[in-house]
C-alpha cells in the first residue's frame, strides 16, 4: 500500500475523511460509497461475502460465500450460525472471509504490526458505536425534555403532547437499539482467518459525532435498499444502471452467468443483488463497516420479507410536517434475500476498492494470456466522488477489464 494511501486510510478511521463524512454509509447524498481505504482503517486488502450456489470464478481476495440450499426448518437459526461459511453452507448460515493473499505474506514486521493494530481498534471501534446508539439517542431525547421543561408553563400547556410525543420516540430507540444489537453479534467471527478477539461486549464507550452520524445514516440506507417505501427511490437510481446491463448483455445472445458484473460502493448490496437476480455473476464491493455489518445482516440472516422493523427518522427533530411522521417504521426486506435463482453467484468483498482492484488486477494472470479479464462490466450509483483521484479510478477500471472488448462504467 503507497504511504499517501496509507495516510489517507488512517485519516479517516479517525473520521478526519475530507469533507467530514462523505461517501462511506451512503444516505447522505443518496450515495453508496466507502468512507475510507485500506488496511489501517478498517480492514487488511480484501474480504468477501458471497451468495453463491456453484463455485464462483474468484478474483483474488478474501471470499464469503453462502452454498445453495435452505437450513432446514428443525435445525434453528442458532444451528445454522454455528457454521462459520467455511466451503458450502446453507443460505441463512454465516461464512467468514478469507483472505488467500495473507498466505504468501511475509511475517509481519513493526509497521504490518501497527496497521494489524489499528484494523482491530477501527472494527472494535464501530461495533461500539452500534452498541452506544440507544445512550447517545437518549441523551438527545433527554436533553429536549430538559428545554421543554425549561420554559414557562403557559408555553409548555402550548404543547401538550410533546412529552406523551418524547415517550414514543424512547420506544423507538430501545427497538432500534435491538436490531443494531442482532446486527453486530458474533460479527467478531465474520472473517475466516482474522480473529479480532474479545469484542467488549461488558464495556460501551462513547462514540464520536462522526461515527453516531455513520450509524444514523445506514439506518435511512435500509430504506432506500430493502425497504418497500424505498422502491421509489431504488427505481430512479438503481434502474438505470440495470437498464444498460441488459441492454449491453442481453440474455439472447449472453450466458448471463459468464458475464461478470462488478459493483463498487455497493453499500446495502440491493443493487449487485438486483443484478445477480437477473442471472449475471455479481460482486460487489464496501469499505465501510457501518455497511458491511448491516449487509451481511440482510443477506444472511433474514429470510423472510417485512421481518423486521425499524424507525429511522427518530433522529430528525426538524422538518417533519407532522410528529407522527418522525416516529413512522419501515419494514425489510422488502424481498427475501435467499429469493436468488439456481445457480446464482453473487458476492460481497469488503475492502477498499481502489487497494483490492488495483492489486487484483496488476497481479491477475489473464493480462498476462489471452483470457478474459475478469470483469465485463464495472456499475455503480454515486460513488466515483467518494474513493479518491478520479485518474486513479479510472487505471483500475481500464485494468480489471483490460483483456475484453465490451465493458462499462457507470
Partial sequence: MKPEARERARKRARGEAEGGGGGGTGTEG?????????????????????????????????????????????RGEEAGEEQRWGGEAPLGSERGLRDPRRQLLAPADGKEEEEEKLEREHFRRIINAFRYYGINMHERVNRAERQFRSLPANQQKLLPQFLPHLDKIRKCIDHNQGI?????????????????????NGKITPASTFDMDKLKSTLKQFVRDWSETGKPERDSCYQPIINEIVKNFPKDRWDLSKVNVLVPGAGLGRLAWEIAMLGYTCQGNEWSLFMLFSSNFVLNRCCATNSYKLYPWIHQFSNNKKSADQIQPIYFPDVDPHSLPPGANFSMTAGDF?????????????????????????????????????????????LCRASISIGKYS
Wanted: hydrophobic content about 20%.
Fill in 30 to 74: 443518496g450515495g453508496v460509497g466507502p468512507p475510507g481505504r485500506g488496511r489501517g482503517s478498517g480492514m487488511s486488502g480484501a474480504a468477501a461475502c458471497a451468495l453463491s450456489r456453484k463455485e464462483p470464478r474468484q478474483p483474488p481476495g478474501k471470499a464469503m460465500r453462502r452454498g445453495g440450499s435452505r437450513p432446514s426448518e428443525d
Fill in 180 to 200: 443494531l444489537q442482532s446486527i453486530v453479534k458474533d460479527c467478531t467471527n465474520m472473517f475466516e482467518n482474522k480473529e479480532y478477539g474479545d469484542d467488549g
Fill in 354 to 398: 481502489q487497494e483490492i482492484y488495483s492489486e487484483c488486477s496488476k497481479s491477475c494472470s489473464c493480462l498476462k494470456s489471452q483470457t478474459p479479464s475478469l470483469w465485463n462490466t464495472i456499475h455503480c450509483c454515486n460513488f466515483g466522488g467518494n474513493c479518491g483521484p478520479s485518474t486513479e479510478l479510472a487505471e483500475i477500471t481500464f
